[in-house]
Antibody, heavy 117, light 111 residues
Framework: QVQLQESGPGLVKPSGTLSLTCVVS?????????WSWVRQPPGKGLEWIGE???????NYNPSLKNRVTISVDKSKNQFSLKLSSVTAADTAVYFC??????????WGQGTLVTVSS | QSVLTQPPSVSGAPGQRVTISCTGS?????????VQWYQQFPGTAPKLLIH???NRPSGVPDRFSGSKSGTSASLAITGLQADDEADYYC???????????FGGGTKLTVL
């Protein structure tokens, strides 16, 4: 059974960089899937942030593209998210997920990141 | 404002049938991209309910079904139960935006 677990700081200062990691267990990050980040502001809907493939190929939400970097670390079986120049609007629960041809079949439990001074 | 449009809320009595619509455009659902549906309870991660328009993953009851026509898709829930009360999201791909898109979500209330 594939499991994903997010980790990272729960509080980030405005204008800083949000950094999260998602560890994958029960499966290899080098398998034929895309590894994604999705976020959900408090009380609001889901927003796709972007994805990375095993070889490092990435796709990003155009609205966030200038601030987002998603990378994969095969040696640790994990992938990471960096979001720069954050504001209060980036406060959200951040989920990592596995995508099988644009279908998110496995999700992490989510981690709340608050942007505040 | 979400690229895929869903009603903010729907409701139904136990045992009844409800449907949730998801309206896209010619660059998303209308372009032939598959639609997925997710169920989310408060404080938890979304769970895949329907994939590829009308396919249920193992373990999802056959009370849940999906359909797609033109630029829209629908999720139907029959034999409504109290524990179906949750938020439901549709998801697809948009070629103009070059990315995955979600609906705004629909809150299902079981009366």
């Amino acid at each position: 059974q594939v499991q994903l677990q997010e980790s990272g700081p729960g509080l980030v200062k405005p204008s800083g960089t949000l950094s999260l990691t998602c560890v994958v267990s029960g499966g290899s990050i080098s398998s034929d899937f895309w590894w994604s980040w999705v976020r959900q502001p408090p009380g609001k809907g889901l927003e796709w942030i972007g994805e990375v493939y095993r070889g490092g190929i990435t796709n990003y939400n155009p609205s966030l593209k200038n601030r987002v970097t998603i990378s994969v670390d095969k040696s640790k079986n994990q992938f990471s998210l960096k979001l720069s120049s954050v504001t209060a609007a980036d406060t959200a629960v951040y989920f990592c997920a596995r995508a099988d041809y644009r279908t998110f079949d496995y999700w992490g439990q989510g981690t709340l990141v608050t942007v505040s001074s | 404002q979400s690229v895929l449009t869903q009603p903010p809320s729907v409701s139904g009595a136990p045992g009844q049938r409800v449907t949730i619509s998801c309206t896209g455009s010619s660059s998303s659902i209308g372009a032939g991209y598959d639609v997925q549906w997710y169920q989310q309870f408060p404080g938890t991660a979304p769970k895949l309910l329907i994939h590829s328009n009308n396919n249920r993953p193992s373990g999802v009851p056959d009370r849940f079904s999906g359909s797609k026509s033109g630029t829209s898709a629908s999720l139907a829930i029959t034999g409504l139960q109290a524990d179906d009360e949750a938020d439901y999201y549709c998801q697809s791909y948009d070629s103009s935006l070059r990315g995955v898109v979600f609906g705004g979500g629909t809150k299902l209330t079981v009366l």
